[in-house]
């Protein structure tokens, strides 16, 4: 019985499937960088925040001590950040500077939190002091590591070389990288961006005393460092445009046109489909009518012509109640924004 109920739903599902009155289409479509600064700007200085202050150096000690750190590994991921920052940065092209800024004498750092905005006085006295038309900030860096220990066992060879099971222990470090961005732009005076994330990296050992346990832990330095400067190289891609793709459903049902422009889409004639879809705009079933008109705005995006495509999908929701011509409008009327701020963008 259960069997039988089981083929039953499965072929509810395909006749569901089969019976869908819309088939799906993905396109390419480049989108602005997600934080835009001034286009003036062509020097960046960037900043570590993450330095513990000369105060705050016996807590950072007993910090580290209390989550087990390695006594350089907050310093080691940081710089890694910097650099992989910097070098993303110059790798856009649209640069002609970037420099890693010494510590400046006046400026707050902080104790892996996340640290009040420097001043605009401050922000200008940094420039100028150091040639650059803006500031990257990273505001805060610190790794925070967990310990979980439990007895377990492991094979080591006897005298004889056979191999046995010996009592063990076996460490788990979890270690939360966390990681704060600011950037400055004194051209538009603005705080452009702000961007706070956290990474959990685990690595396991196991000997037969806990020293040899944690000794067994191998590469989660390499590893702390190599999650940064993926970190810093990330948020430089911050400022580029990026490339994805974006879905699309279109009516495969509603007459013979329908189906037959289906096909022909599905080989990738679309412009034969929409010479289909076109035949529908004046049948006399508003229904398949708003079909034709909705059909007609996805191969006006196919083209490129974003105003016919709007054009043709508010005709299918204001003249024949297509409610889901609304939601393809508003999309359009969104990527039609996006393509204005990317277009802006790539004058810089």
């Given at each position: 019985?259960?069997?039988?109920?089981?083929?039953?739903?499965?072929?509810?599902?395909?006749?569901?499937?089969g019976?869908?009155?819309?088939?799906?289409?993905?396109?390419?479509v480049?989108?602005?960088?997600?934080?835009?600064?001034?286009?003036?700007?062509?020097?960046?200085?960037i900043?570590?925040?993450s330095?513990?202050?000369?105060?705050?150096?016996?807590?950072?000690?007993?910090?580290k001590?209390?989550?087990?750190?390695?006594l350089?590994?907050?310093?080691?991921?940081?710089?890694?950040?910097?650099?992989?920052?910097?070098?993303?940065?110059?790798?856009?092209?649209?640069?002609?500077?970037v420099?890693i800024?010494?510590?400046?004498?006046g400026?707050?750092?902080?104790?892996?939190?996340?640290?009040?905005?420097?001043?605009?006085?401050?922000?200008?006295?940094?420039?100028?002091?150091?040639?650059v038309d803006?500031?990257?900030?990273l505001?805060?860096?610190?790794?925070?590591t967990?310990?979980?220990?439990?007895?377990?066992?492991?094979?080591?060879?006897?005298?004889?070389?056979?191999?046995?099971a010996?009592?063990a222990?076996?460490?788990?470090?979890?270690?939360?990288?966390?990681?704060?961005?600011?950037?400055?732009?004194?051209?538009?005076?603005?705080?452009?961006?702000?961007?706070?994330?956290?990474?959990?990296?685990?690595?396991?050992?196991?000997?037969?005393n806990?020293?040899k346990?944690?000794?067994?832990?191998?590469?989660?330095?390499?590893?702390?460092?190599?999650?940064?400067?993926?970190?810093?190289?990330?948020?430089?891609?911050?400022?580029?445009?990026?490339?994805?793709?974006?879905?699309?459903?279109?009516?495969?049902?509603?007459?013979h046109?329908f189906?037959v422009?289906?096909?022909?889409?599905?080989?990738g004639?679309?412009?034969?489909?929409?010479?289909?879809?076109?035949?529908?705009?004046?049948?006399?079933?508003?229904?398949?009518?708003?079909?034709a008109?909705?059909?007609?705005?996805?191969?006006?995006?196919?083209?490129?012509?974003?105003?016919?495509?709007?054009?043709w999908?508010?005709?299918?929701?204001?003249?024949?109640?297509?409610?889901?011509?609304?939601?393809?409008?508003n999309?359009?009327?969104?990527?039609?924004?996006?393509?204005?701020?990317l277009?802006?963008?790539?004058?810089?």
């Amino acid at each position: 019985m259960k069997r039988l109920n089981l083929l039953a739903f499965f072929a509810l599902c395909y006749m569901l499937i089969g019976c869908s009155a819309t088939n799906n289409l993905t396109m390419g479509v480049n989108e602005p960088a997600l934080v835009e600064i001034s286009p003036e700007i062509r020097t960046i200085g960037i900043i570590n925040r993450s330095i513990p202050a000369e105060t705050n150096k016996k807590a950072d000690q007993i910090d580290k001590i209390l989550s087990a750190e390695g006594l350089q590994l907050d310093q080691l991921g940081s710089e890694a950040a910097l650099r992989a920052l910097k070098k993303s940065l110059l790798d856009q092209g649209n640069l002609s500077e970037v420099k890693i800024l010494p510590p400046a004498e006046g400026i707050n750092k902080g104790l892996g939190i996340w640290p009040a905005n420097l001043s605009w006085e401050e922000i200008d006295k940094l420039c100028q002091e150091n040639g650059v038309d803006a500031i990257f900030s990273l505001a805060f860096y610190d790794t925070d590591t967990k310990i979980d220990y439990r007895a377990s066992s492991m094979q080591l060879p006897n005298d004889l070389g056979i191999k046995v099971a010996v009592p063990a222990h076996e460490i788990t470090l979890h270690t939360l990288v966390k990681n704060g961005w600011r950037i400055y732009d004194p051209k538009y005076g603005t705080i452009a961006d702000e961007l706070l994330c956290n990474e959990q990296l685990v690595s396991m050992g196991k000997g037969i005393n806990p020293i040899k346990a944690y000794e067994a832990i191998a590469g989660r330095k390499e590893a702390v460092i190599r999650y940064s400067s993926n970190m810093g190289a990330d948020y430089a891609r911050r400022l580029q445009p990026s490339y994805r793709r974006i879905s699309r459903d279109y009516y495969v049902r509603g007459s013979h046109n329908f189906v037959v422009a289906k096909r022909r889409a599905q080989t990738g004639d679309w412009q034969g489909a929409a010479a289909l879809w076109e035949q529908e705009l004046d049948n006399t079933d508003p229904k398949i009518a708003g079909r034709a008109y909705y059909n007609m705005a996805i191969i006006n995006e196919i083209n490129g012509d974003l105003e016919s495509a709007m054009d043709w999908a508010s005709k299918a929701y204001s003249d024949y109640n297509n409610k889901q011509a609304l939601r393809y409008l508003n999309a359009l009327k969104y990527r039609s924004s996006q393509i204005a701020v990317l277009e802006r963008q790539m004058t810089r």
